[in-house]
């Protein structure tokens, strides 16, 4: 009999998006003709940029053509034009970070599950609480202790390093989903310390980075000293240029982060994450990263940054109800995401339930991202314009009341 990985069963049953699915479908069986808007997942609904479609389809076109026709990419880590491409975007706000180092992939999601494979399993994780579900569930199944470290209403939902826990690895997110909240430079550089002295590396998820317009605010981890001797950081296009359906993102391991084996020899962990990669992933299509090449073009940039703007002005429009209706929340500015304190002490499920059936707007119950998440609500500036200024509309109406 085949031994399973046991480490499943101290999973949560379910996964917090499925929850949400099997509410919407037993509400829509019994109300199939209710007009539902959705602002919970985080997808996007703008298309790609004109100048990605038509780098995609040129590259198509050459895919066909025997001379130019390209299989398995060599190195695994993508094509040095992209490569370069995303290095230059790193310089364009500061950050360093050469083109070797920086790993295509098909995306942030992947990535924060897949960086494990290369820690050992026992490790001391430490996560922020609330948390993007990934975080947890990856640690769990590789049979790790997780630990917390608390955002809440009081520090901002900016979790900052614990004084009484000794981690191995730790998750920032930042914008943080589900919280919407940014990190300062010097709260990322408490944070680098933290992790130098501990000898622990940080996971840092920077997938909304492009949301950012405040330009005191770190956008990559590498804006901070030290990071590059601690900090993976792992990024996506999904929400920077629509590529949800797509699936394009990159991961940065800096050369620069050392660790000791068992025997005590020193360890390039790029080296491990090269090797895992070259095992089990056969890299992102060439279309697709020619189209990612072109997000990263003058054209490209102003193109992406169009659509950027239009969803801030959804999260405008969300944030401007919540201020109405005296509503506290973080989020919105420099995030797609805007986390609302669930109004009358409801819990964040009793208010998911209560917006479905009483006005069909659908969100995200923050304590499906944690203990600390219970009273709280993620809605997103996914959506298009018409349909958030009629759930803006519907919650005024409903909480007026």
Not at 124 to 150: E, F, H, I
């Amino acid at each position: 009999m085949a031994k399973l990985n046991e480490n499943f069963f101290n999973l949560k049953k379910n996964y917090l998006f499925i929850d949400i699915a099997k509410r919407i479908k037993a509400y829509t069986a019994e109300h199939p003709d209710a007009k539902l808007i959705r602002m919970g997942i985080g997808d996007v609904t703008q298309p790609l940029a004109p100048v990605v479609v038509e780098a995609m389809e040129k590259a198509c076109r050459e895919m066909g053509v025997k001379e130019t026709f390209r299989g398995y990419e060599d190195s695994g880590a993508g094509y040095d034009f992209l490569r370069d491409a995303v290095s230059d975007y790193y310089k364009s706000f500061g950050a360093d970070v050469p083109a070797g180092e920086i790993h295509i992939s098909d995306g942030a999601k992947s990535d924060c599950g897949n960086i494990i494979d290369i820690f050992g399993e026992g490790n001391v994780v430490l996560v922020t609480d609330p948390a993007y579900p990934v975080y947890v569930d990856s640690n769990v199944m590789s049979g790790n202790s997780v630990l917390y470290a608390d955002s809440n209403e009081e520090n901002g939902f900016a979790a900052m390093p614990p004084k009484d826990i000794k981690a191995d690895l730790i998750y920032l997110c930042s914008p943080n989903n589900p919280t919407g909240s940014v990190y300062t430079k010097a709260q990322l550089k408490e944070w680098v310390d933290y992790a130098l002295s501990n000898d622990a590396i940080i996971i840092f998820d920077a997938a909304y980075e492009a949301f950012i317009t405040d330009a005191e605010l770190p956008r990559s981890i590498y804006q901070i000293e030290g990071a590059r001797k601690c900090a993976i950081e792992i990024c996506s296009l999904s929400k920077t240029a629509g590529f949800t359906g797509t699936r394009c993102g990159y991961t940065v391991v800096p050369e620069d982060i050392i660790q000791k084996n068992s025997k005590g020899e020193d360890v390039k962990i790029a080296d491990l994450w090269n090797r895992r990669q070259g095992s089990k992933f056969n890299g992102v299509s060439y279309p697709v990263q020619r189209g990612a090449e072109a997000v990263f073009t003058p054209e490209g940039q102003k193109q992406t940054k169009a659509t950027i703007a239009y969803y801030q002005e959804n999260a405008r429009m969300i944030a401007a109800t919540c201020d109405e209706l005296g509503i506290s929340y973080t989020g919105g500015i420099n995030s797609p995401y805007i986390w609302l304190k669930c109004p009358d002490g409801m819990g964040s499920w009793d208010f998911f339930d209560y917006l479905l059936n009483e006005i069909q707007v659908v969100g995200t119950p923050g304590a499906g991202f944690g203990k600390n998440g219970d009273g709280w609500f993620r809605l997103t500036a996914f959506g298009t314009h018409e349909a958030t200024a009629e759930a803006m509309e519907r919650l005024k109406g409903l909480l007026k009341k």
